[in-house]
Every structure is written in C-alpha cells, then in structure tokens.
C-alpha cells in the first residue's frame, strides 16, 4: 500500500467549497481507502491507498464531483515529496510555524510570469521557488500580508495550494501514526 497526503484547494473557506472533513472521511473509508485521517477543517487528508498517485487523484476529482458537487483541485502528495519538501526548505531560520507556508503547483510556472513576479518588491517578506514547490516566509503573519495561494496563483498563472508548516508537520505526524 502506497502512503499519500492529500491538500484540496480553497476548501471550507469563506463558507465556499463546504466539505465536512468527518463526511469526507466516511466517505474514503467506504471507497475502500485505508488508515484515513483528516486534519482540521481546511482539506488536509492522509490515507493509504494500492493506487497511483495520477489514479488517486482522478479518483479523488471524480468523487468530490459526483458526493459533494465541487470541482476543486487536489494535490496527492507521496509522503517523500512531503518529507522532501520539508527539508528543502531555503528558508532556514527560527520562526512559529504560522508564518513560513509551502504552496504546491500543479505545474512549473512558465518563465515571464517567474520574471513578472520575481520584479516586484515584497519585502519584508521573502518567497523562493523551487520548480513546482514555493516556499514563502511572511514575519508579520498572514493577516497583514498580500501574499497568499490567490497572489501566487494569479502572479504565476498555476493553480496552487499552500499550507503552513505547522500544517505540513502535523500532516507527517498523522502519516507515522
């Protein structure tokens, strides 16, 4: 059985995209999925399947069409790519766990939308980017920051999902279990 974390994009926010993470769950287990557990209410799944992940994820499209009419991006992360995502983290300094964020792309960003993005001035705030993986620490915190998932996704023209490190360390928590 293959491991797999899965992130959905925009899931529970502004009361759009409702999924009850416990009805999600039910749901897996019935389709057979192994060991699912959900974490918080923002789309975060770990679970353990015989499939790909390219088949997981179709699988998965298909089943928040048909249960929960929601066309949504999800990302199915192996649990390396999580690991590896974690220790090729550029951004190598003491800080609560709510301010450095890891976004996932479903594509390399094309070269004139990284150039359009890398000409603006955000400081204090610093993002690296790493092929499909974008690493972005914000010192004053999310709230007072325009960086977010909508920003990067419009800056770099890719659909992306960001989660905390808190989140990315809980995720591998819940995987080891």
């Not at 249960?67 to 790519?81: A, G, W, Y």
């Not at 450095?100 to 603006?120: M, R, S």
């Amino acid at each position: 059985m293959n491991s797999f974390i899965i992130f959905l994009r925009a899931v529970n926010v502004s009361g759009k995209n409702l999924i009850k993470m416990a009805d999600l769950k039910a749901l897996l287990v019935k389709e057979g999925y192994q060991d699912v557990k959900t974490y918080i209410q923002s789309g975060n799944v770990f679970l353990k399947s015989n499939l790909s992940a390219k088949e997981l994820k179709t699988n998965f499209n298909q089943l928040l069409k048909k249960h929960f009419q929601l066309e949504i991006s999800c990302f199915v992360l192996t649990i390396d790519q999580v690991k590896k995502a974690l220790a090729n983290n550029p951004i190598k300094r003491e800080m609560e766990g709510n301010k450095l964020f890891f976004t996932f792309l479903d594509d390399t960003p094309k070269k004139e939308n990284i150039d359009a993005l890398e000409a603006l001035d955000i400081s204090p705030e610093e993002y690296h980017l790493n092929e499909d993986l974008l690493y972005f620490y914000l010192p004053n915190g999310m709230s007072n920051s325009k960086l977010n998932n909508n920003f990067f996704e419009k800056k770099l023209k890719v659909n992306a999902t960001g989660r905390n490190l808190n989140t990315i360390n809980k995720m591998l928590q819940l995987a080891n279990e």
